[in-house]
Nanobody, 122 residues
C-alpha cells in the first residue's frame, strides 16, 4: 500500500520561507512522478509543482514560479517543496501526490497525502 506523509508546514511571516517534505512508503518511489497541490479555504485544489521520476521535467504554476522549487531524493523516498518569498495568498493546505504519468491535473494522480497546513501572515 502506497502512503504519503507530508511535513514542514507552519506559520510564517510574509517574505519568509518554508520547506515541505513528503515521504512515500510502499510502491517504487523512484518510478513515480510527484506533484504538490494546495487548497485554500473555499477554493478548489490547485496545482503547484511537479517533478518527473527521472528529474528531467519540473513544472510550476505561474503563481509560484521563481519562488518555489520542487526536488526529490530517490534514496530517501522523499519529495520536497522549497517555498521562498511567501505571500499571504500562499496560505493553504499543501498536498503531495504520486502518479505514473507526469501531469498538472489532480485527477491524474493516484496517491495522496493528508496534507500539511501553511499559513502566511501579512
Amino acid at each position: 500500500q502506497v502512503q504519503l506523509v507530508e511535513s514542514g508546514g507552519g506559520l510564517v511571516q510574509a517574505g519568509g520561507s518554508l520547506r515541505l517534505s513528503c515521504v512515500v512508503t510502499g510502491g517504487t518511489f523512484s518510478r513515480y512522478n510527484m506533484g504538490w497541490f494546495r487548497q485554500a479555504p473555499g477554493k478548489e485544489r490547485e496545482f503547484v509543482a511537479a517533478i518527473s521520476w527521472h528529474f528531467e521535467t519540473q513544472l510550476y504554476a505561474y503563481s509560484v514560479k521563481g519562488r518555489f522549487t520542487i526536488s526529490r531524493d530517490n534514496a530517501k523516498n522523499t519529495v520536497y517543496l522549497q517555498m521562498n518569498s511567501l505571500k499571504p495568498e500562499d496560505t493553504a493546505v499543501y498536498y503531495c501526490a504520486a502518479t505514473n504519468s507526469p501531469s498538472t491535473v489532480s485527477s491524474s494522480y493516484d496517491y495522496w497525502g493528508l496534507g500539511t497546513q501553511v499559513t502566511v501572515s501579512s
